[in-house]
């Protein structure tokens, strides 16, 4: 059974940190780009970063460039979101994304979401 278990989430003032765990089961992590979603009430699921397999490439929205950092541990089936100086735009759930192939055809896995609040 896949698992995408993600936690971390939680209350922070503006300005804060806070980070992100989706640990992963049911399936060959390091095969998986990895990726977290956020999707704030009313709004369309976003992209936030994603860390590519192997070479750990990554990418971010431009929204959270220099504050968010994607990192995984393959040896763990981890990937993690270190979010810094978080403002209250950043307010969603965030919810962690697995993204690969299975005998050529793609194959993805969501986690359930945890939710970020940043208010002071």
């Known amino acids: 059974e896949v698992q995408l278990q993600a936690s971390g989430g939680g209350r922070v003032q503006p300005g804060g940190s806070l980070r992100l765990s989706c640990a992963a089961s049911?399936?060959?992590?390091?095969?998986?780009?990895m990726s977290w979603f956020r999707q704030a009430p009313g709004k369309e699921r976003e992209g936030v970063a994603c860390?590519?397999?192997?070479?750990?490439?990554?990418d971010y929205a431009d929204s959270v460039k220099g504050r968010f950092t994607i990192t995984r541990d393959n040896a763990k089936n981890t990937v993690y979101l270190q979010m810094n100086s978080l403002k209250p735009e950043d307010e969603a759930v965030y919810y962690c994304?697995?993204?690969?192939?299975?005998?050529?055809?793609?194959?993805?896995?969501w986690g359930q979401g945890t939710q970020v609040t940043v208010s002071s």
């Open positions: 049911g399936f060959t992590f390091e095969d998986y780009a």
């Open positions: 994304h697995a993204a690969g192939h299975i005998l050529g055809s793609p194959t993805d896995y």
């Open positions: 860390i590519h397999t192997n070479a750990g490439s990554t």
